[in-house]
């Protein structure tokens, strides 16, 4: 498993103190240490840099970002909400809406269904007509009806009726082009089917088109792939003294749940040891108390990010990351290319 290396290196801590936090900017840049060169270096870079996977569930993925700046995993951060193309509702035409909700409101509500298609597959819309390129369409043709042969004291609309409630699994792709072929694998639809939409009774009909299109959160947050996308700097307690036997069971009342175990020593005393300073809250609990005064410091590892991300469903959340670092690559590329285009000019003018 890759190092994340010397916990201890008071260099890498944040401190926390019962009314302030201090260290918190990073000092390894040229001219803080004397005589020690800190000019960044590829090489060193990555012997730090570590990726970890905690846990990956169908919807959510918690990762370790370690030997990185606040500012790229702040950029990452943002990258995943604002700057990563999904595909959305964008135009509802409305044939039909006879239900109590407005035309609006419904369009509203149908633009924010998180869709499972796959973004790759599709074009950035033009401003020429929509094609197959770029450009989904799914039809949502729902009438409500009685339903036959129910009780006469039956009360429930579900029984009551048929199609009482519009969900979003109601909601049919109408392939487009060679978009059947593209799409075989993973056919788009909702990546959550029981988005409640409406509610109609016997008479009302909804009958519309809707086009979904490619875009990012930054132009509106229902293209956003993400729900959450979060980190935390990694709490670590160190313990300046042995906690009194007597004390440890306070002591460990001052933490989370599973931060500090209380063990029982041979010769029957209790010593107290940190076992999981993740799941720290760093509620500075154990500062409140004077008589663990000068035993205990409060601290997190400034470059190690504890990062949890949930996707919408527009990706496999083990994509998310790696998606986010390859648009920050491009976004560097792009960068790198413009810099170097203006030392040029720079360089003819002075020649």
Known sequence: MPSAGNLD?????????????????????PGVYPNEDHSWDLSNFKKKLVVQIQRVSQKTIELDLIGVDASIANA??????????????????????????HDEVLAHRLGLIPLAVDPRQL????????????????????ACKHRPKVSKTETDPEKLYINSSVYSRDLVWVPQGDQEERFSKYPPKPANGNI???KLRPGQTLDMELHAQRGIGNTHAKWSPVATASYRLLPHIILRQPIPSELCDKF??????????????????????????????MSREVYR??????????????DFFLFSIESTGA???????PEAVKLMRSKIRTLKKAAEGLAMSADQEMS
């Open 252 to 281: 460990q009342s001052c933490f989370a749940k599973g931060v500090v175990e209380v063990r029982q020593k041979p010769n029957g005393e209790k010593e107290a040891a940190i076992v999981n300073p993740r799941k720290e809250t």
């Open 76 to 101: 990452i951060r943002r990258i995943l909400i604002a700057e990563l193309p999904t595909v959305a509702i964008e135009n509802v035409y409305v044939w039909n809406n006879t239900s109590v909700i």
């Open 289 to 302: 108390h004077r008589e663990f005064d000068g035993m205990v410091e409060l601290t997190r590892i400034r």
């Open 315 to 321: 990706y496999p959340p083990e994509d998310l990351f």
């Open 196 to 198: 409640l939409l409406a």
């Open 9 to 29: 290196d008071a260099r890498r801590h944040v401190r926390l103190h019962a009314e302030r936090v201090s260290d918190v900017s990073s000092t390894d840049y």
């Open 123 to 142: 074009h950035d819309r033009g401003s020429e007509d929509p094609t197959d390129h770029d450009t989904l369409v799914f039809k949502l043709d729902v």
